[in-house]
T-cell receptor, first 115, second 114 residues
Framework: DTGVSQDPRHKITKRGQNVTFRCDPI?????LYWYRQTLGQGPEFLTY????????KSRLLSDRFSAERPKGSFSTLEIQRTEQGDSAMYLC?????????????FGPGTRLLVL | DQQVKQNSPSLSVQEGRISILNCDYT??????FLWYKKYPAEGPTFLIS?????DKNEDGRFTVFLNKSAKHLSLHIVPSQPGDSAVYFC?????????????FGEGTQLTVNP
């Protein structure tokens, strides 16, 4: 069990550029979640997948954001035309989704800075 | 609409004493509660959880208490150690209605002084 991994750990980009983050969940976990955390706040839910199906998206996820989990394993989160307000820590978490095993385990996060 | 609230932004305790972190929620559909610990520039680390059918869960130095009627939970750490210094987040989910997505509080910075 290698835990949840995220890549890159840090990303600095200029406003208007596109960025893509990757998350590799714990191997037997069917559910994968994306959250965003800004300074002084708790993480906020963005979206989640059950296997390859994206089941829910937060209103925080504007049309510049898209997430995929093509084979039900790793996931990507893309932000198009980045804005300074997108600067945040982007966190990925996974869980089995089974009753009684709902604990979500988080990756180390990707810290995005938009200049 | 802040459904999960941690009213104390910070808490300072002496090593060896008890740390008590508090959390209130408003959504009566929440049925699963968790505490996470977070260091700067890292992801949250799971500490302990409790289902709404219980009022207490204990794991080593960590105990979580749930008072459903008051919509309040607390995390007790005893004895506190300097390595416990971190930001602690309370989180809640409604497992049947929202895919177990977590709603977090704002966090409490715990400092344990040697």
């Amino acid at each position: 069990d290698t835990g949840v991994s995220q890549d890159p750990r840090h990303k600095i980009t200029k406003r208007g550029q596109n960025v893509t983050f990757r998350c590799d969940p714990i191997s037997e976990h069917n559910r994968l979640y994306w959250y965003r955390q800004t300074l002084g706040q708790g993480p906020e839910f963005l979206t989640y997948f059950q296997n390859e199906a994206q089941l829910e998206k937060s209103r925080l996820l504007s049309d510049r954001f898209s997430a995929e989990r093509p084979k039900g394993s790793f996931s990507t989160l893309e932000i198009q035309r980045t804005e300074q307000g997108d600067s945040a820590m982007y966190l990925c978490a996974s869980t089995t989704g089974k009753r009684g095993q709902e604990t979500q385990y988080f990756g180390p996060g990707t810290r995005l800075l938009v200049l | 609409d802040q459904q999960v609230k941690q009213n104390s932004p910070s808490l300072s305790v002496q090593e060896g004493r008890i740390s008590i972190l508090n959390c209130d929620y408003t959504n009566s559909m929440f049925d699963y509660f968790l505490w996470y610990k977070k260091y700067p520039a890292e992801g949250p680390t799971f500490l302990i959880s409790i289902s709404s059918i219980k009022d207490k869960n204990e794991d080593g130095r960590f105990t979580v208490f749930l008072n459903k009627s008051a919509k309040h939970l607390s995390l007790h750490i005893v004895p506190s150690q300097p390595g416990d210094s971190a930001v602690y987040f309370c989180a809640a989910s409604a497992r049947e209605t929202s895919g177990s997505r977590l709603t977090f509080g704002e966090g409490t910075q715990l400092t344990v002084n040697p």
